[in-house]
């Protein structure tokens, strides 16, 4: 039997933050490919301290859904779990390349895969590209468009900049959009002068967070002029001194990370089938739902 | 009731009992392969049966044997099983006696659910999931739910639409039915409504509780929560009351300072237990240690014994969520809005200081 376990940071303000955990969790539940899918939290119900006993599952995968390693990931999430003899030295990785750990979990005393974080797995870039599908509506966006990955900064986690930088490269190295750029909150370049970056009139914007939140939703749209007050809301797209703004938001919103997060399983053993293929055409804005 | 076995129930019984003494709530029974005899006993009776007369045995024995069907074929953890043997009082009364109380409806409370087991004639239970509150409602006046993962939507925000932290508040609100789960659907709903109790439970059940206390939580934090290490014990007495009352979280605290250190704060009455610190109670604490820095000082303030009185009244309508309940013209309430606005008016200078007393000197205010 197996289960999946996402855990999440969840918010004690914003019911929004554990919004796309319990999405994802539900598009995954519905392939059928795990026996049971398990959401725990730091900052809600139930908790990473007990999330483990509430699955049942002989093959237990663990997977964080947050943007980058670090903090969370290799402390609080392996301290919480009671992963034993958990290292972040057995994830091998300089920021953007933990896979899997199996450790045993002593609240349970069963052994548990534990994966890196969904936001520095490489399918995370066809997130970030499908963002940029659902925001403009058009499968083929590409030509004549820039796209920006918005970053918070290295101010707190000094790896959470490496993941924003990969996914860029890697966007950028499809050589599907005109112009591709790196942009950050608290540090330059900074999100608030985008269109000294961009010679594009157009302009995807796709934040790398997994939740809609108070950055993602007000600082970030002010930042970049969208609109003078965040509750006043903005327009897709918004014109900005002679560009068009098209902002997407979280992208850990969008439907296709629970793609990334049965990757994530897969990549530590999970037995899925089919399930990637089926989220991936599920999940596609653009065309009809198969059923 | 009438109770009757079913042929793949009885073809699971002959094939279990073929491998050995069945032995299940009550039941016990041993097969004869020689005689085709099947030994059978219960508190009430003791009977041999043929083996071809087993799919006409009498409505007592076919429920042990339904019985024992769906507690092994229909029910896949030994949560799930406790939980649901727990909601029929399975320990305290013998099976022919549960089947007749579940025939019309065997109900519990967990928190504020109020989880109605009913029994079919094949032994097979359906559970109906409602509100306490709404007990007595038709069920054609609430909101029907079949998919049990519904539960978490229900539960996230309260009946004045505020996003609810800590699912074990009771603020859960009305309106809604599951009216027939499975035993397996309804440990998803609970489980989705009250994260965890059920199997905390279950292990208190047995003796197997594993409880953080507070100085095991200190001792865990990192970051920003490493603060919660300064607050002072009589505070975390303090957190105990305010937080973890049964009217703030459903919980029954089992937590204490130490293992050796009980808190006097009352832990509650709640049936499912509180195994450690909740995030939001240590969110809190942070909050706490950084105000307990503070030394108090003393202040002069101009008040009548009225106005006095009157601050009192609004610090217990807020801590008690009492506020709503006043009505709009019910100024002789201390804590109604219009004798607030004018304590304000009267007693706030143009800066909000009470009796114009500033709240940090000059210099200290320079200082910070």
Known sequence: MQSLVIVAHGSHLNPDSAMPTHT?????????????????????????????????????????????????????????????GWDPELWDSEGISADTATLVASDIDKEVHYCG???????????????????TGDETVGDGFGFAVVGHGTERNKKS????EYHTERIRETGRFDEVHSLYMDEEPEVDDITD???????????????????????????????DDYREGYAVPAEVEGHRIWYGGAVGTEKLTADVILERAADAGAEIGDAIARVRQQTNPTEAVVE | MSVAVSEPQLAAFRERVAAGTLTHDGLAVEYDGETDTYQIETPEHHTAIAGDELDTVDAELAAYITNWYFYTHEIATDVNRAFCRWLEHADEHAVPERYNALESGLSREWGQLEITTTVSTDGSRQYELRHIDDSNVEASALQSHTNPFDAREIGTLDAKNRYRPLRTAPSLKTGWIFSDLSATELYEAVEAFYPATVVNWYREQRGELDIDHWRDEQDRQSGIYNLITVLPDEAVEWAAAACCDDSQCLKRREWQLSEDEPLDAEGGEGVFPCRGPCSMVVAAGREWAK???????????????????????????????AVDEIREADVANAANRWRVRYLREKRFDENGNLSGTLTRSDAEANDS
């Not at chain 1, 914007?205 to 002029?225: C, K, N, R, S």
């Not at chain 2, 820095?293 to 009244?313: G, H, I, M, N, V």
């Open chain 1, 197 to 227: 970056y961009f010679d594009c009139e157009d302009i995807i914007v796709v934040p790398l967070f997994i939740a809609d939140g108070y950055h993602t939703q007000e600082d970030i749209p002010e930042d970049m002029g969208l609109t």
């Open chain 2, 291 to 321: 105000l307990e820095r503070q030394d108090t000082q003393t202040y002069e303030f101009e008040l009548t014994p009225s106005e006095k009185a009157q601050l009192e009244a609004i610090i217990d309508a807020v801590a008690d969520d």
């Open chain 1, 117 to 135: 974080p969904v936001g520095t797995h490489e399918a995370m870039t066809d997130v970030l590209i499908r963002r940029a599908v659902s925001v």
């Open chain 1, 24 to 84: 994802h969790a539900e598009t995954i539940r519905e392939t059928g490919a795990f026996d049971e899918v398990r959401t725990g939290f730091w900052k809600e119900e139930p908790s990473l301290r007990e999330v483990l006993r509430t699955a049942r599952g002989d093959d237990m995968y663990v997977v964080p859904l947050f943007i980058s390693e670090g903090y969370f990931t290799e402390r609080v999430i392996p301290r919480e779990l009671r992963l034993e």
């Open chain 1, 161 to 164: 900049a490496k993941a924003i």
